[in-house]
């Protein structure tokens, strides 16, 4: 069985164009959210990428094109799968063109259209969930022998109908993304594009396994038994231990309840929780792009010893706090992402610098 690597990274997203830029933004404490304004005059905050292009599918083609790049995934013979990722795929483009017609796989085909990418296309579009499921797919391809290279792109742009439906739900904060914080209210939902290029070729990162476990028990919220599974069982697939993780990215969107439940699941799982990070209030909740868009950012801050800063009072009844700086060894990453749809998806990363 092949072992899979990540070759390359790229990343958009409300911190800056690529990963450079991002953790310079980060080094100097983040980015403020700006205001997303819905028909009937509320107005969000929201986490955009700065590119303000008014044309969808112009400026959509433009920032995937960059981050590909970035990822290096370019570069090479684009003749390996194609995952793109999303819970809104191109709706912007629909409210814009007020063409309902087109289906899923056609705006798969578009971006690979875009890519010049010439291998198969798959779309994947499991809520918050899907670029970790994507990445979980291409890993099995490449392990499997049966391709040696493969491209995860994680995409979420704004739209009216997601920030609508949030809205609805009562799910969003009017004030700002409080992950694991004590006056924690709610959502910040935010927009990225990101690139995952994995390969067979060893590299500083490899994907050591993953588990993806479904409860629909509270298809909008998040199962205690579900947590701890999919960490057991992405740690059964790592071949590691619960005390060889040395660092967790929980999804700690900064819901009051999904907080609480996700916290109290991983103190089940770990007898001492080791050090957390989550980047939500960095970049926002970017739903399906959220697994690509985070570990892209996990890798590169912990390669340059960046670290989102904590400018708030976290909820000590978590008894689950962030930590305020990286840690001087993390060899063993778990990250998570939790959505809708009852969806509890976990990567295991080994840094082998």
């Known amino acids: 069985m092949n072992e899979v690597?990540?070759?390359?990274?790229?990343?958009?997203?409300?911190?800056?164009?690529?990963?450079?830029?991002?953790?310079?933004?980060?080094?100097?404490?983040?980015?403020?959210?700006?205001?997303?304004?819905?028909?009937?005059?509320?107005?969000?905050?929201?986490?955009?990428?700065?590119?303000?292009?008014?044309?969808?599918?112009?400026?959509?083609?433009?920032?995937?094109?960059?981050?590909?790049?970035?990822?290096?995934?370019?570069?090479?013979?684009?003749?390996?799968?194609?995952?793109?990722?999303?819970?809104?795929?191109?709706?912007?483009?629909?409210?814009?063109?007020?063409?309902?017609?087109?289906?899923?796989?056609?705006?798969?085909?578009?971006?690979?259209?875009?890519?010049?990418?010439?291998?198969?296309?798959?779309?994947?579009?499991?809520?918050?969930?899907?670029?970790?499921?994507?990445?979980?797919?291409?890993?099995?391809?490449?392990?499997?022998?049966?391709?040696?290279?493969?491209?995860?792109?994680?995409?979420?742009?704004?739209?009216?109908?997601?920030?609508?439906?949030?809205?609805?739900?009562?799910?969003?904060?009017?004030?700002?993304?409080?992950?694991?914080?004590?006056?924690?209210?709610?959502?910040?939902?935010?927009?990225?594009?990101?690139?995952?290029?994995?390969?067979?070729?060893?590299?500083?990162?490899?994907?050591?396994g993953g588990a993806n476990v479904v409860d629909g028990r509270d298809p909008a919220g998040t199962v205690p038994s579900a947590v701890i599974a999919m960490c057991e069982q992405a740690l059964a697939n790592s071949g590691l231990q619960m005390s060889d993780i040395a660092l967790i990215k929980p999804q700690a969107a900064g819901g009051v309840v999904s907080d609480a439940t996700e916290a109290q699941a991983l103190r089940k799982v770990f007898a001492t929780l080791p050090p957390l990070v989550s980047f939500k209030r960095s970049i926002g909740h970017t739903l399906g792009a959220s697994g690509a868009a985070e570990l892209a950012l996990l890798t590169a801050c912990l390669e340059a010893g960046v670290w989102p800063r904590i400018d708030y009072a976290q909820d000590a009844s978590l008894n689950a706090a962030l930590s305020e700086q990286a840690p001087q060894q993390a060899r063993h990453v778990l990250a998570s992402i939790l959505g809708f749809g009852g969806g509890h998806t976990a990567v295991v990363l080994e840094d082998r610098a």
């Open 5 to 208: 690597y990540l070759a390359g990274r790229g990343l958009a997203s409300a911190l800056g164009p690529d990963v450079a830029s991002a953790l310079a933004a980060l080094a100097q404490g983040g980015v403020s959210p700006r205001r997303f304004e819905l028909a009937d005059g509320s107005a969000w905050p929201f986490y955009s990428m700065a590119d303000d292009e008014p044309d969808w599918p112009t400026r959509t083609r433009r920032i995937t094109q960059r981050v590909a790049a970035e990822s290096g995934a370019l570069a090479g013979p684009r003749s390996g799968p194609l995952f793109v990722a999303s819970s809104s795929l191109d709706i912007g483009w629909l409210e814009q063109s007020r063409d309902f017609e087109r289906d899923y796989q056609q705006f798969a085909e578009t971006v690979a259209g875009w890519l010049d990418w010439r291998g198969p296309v798959f779309t994947v579009s499991t809520a918050c969930t899907s670029a970790l499921n994507a990445l979980l797919s291409a890993r099995t391809l490449i392990c499997s022998g049966q391709v040696d290279h493969a491209l995860v792109l994680g995409m979420e742009l704004r739209n009216r109908v997601t920030v609508g439906g949030f809205s609805g739900m009562q799910l969003l904060s009017a004030t700002g993304a409080l992950p694991f914080g004590e006056a924690r209210n709610g959502l910040v939902l935010g927009e990225a594009v990101a690139a995952l290029s994995l390969s067979s070729t060893p590299s500083r990162w490899r994907v050591a």
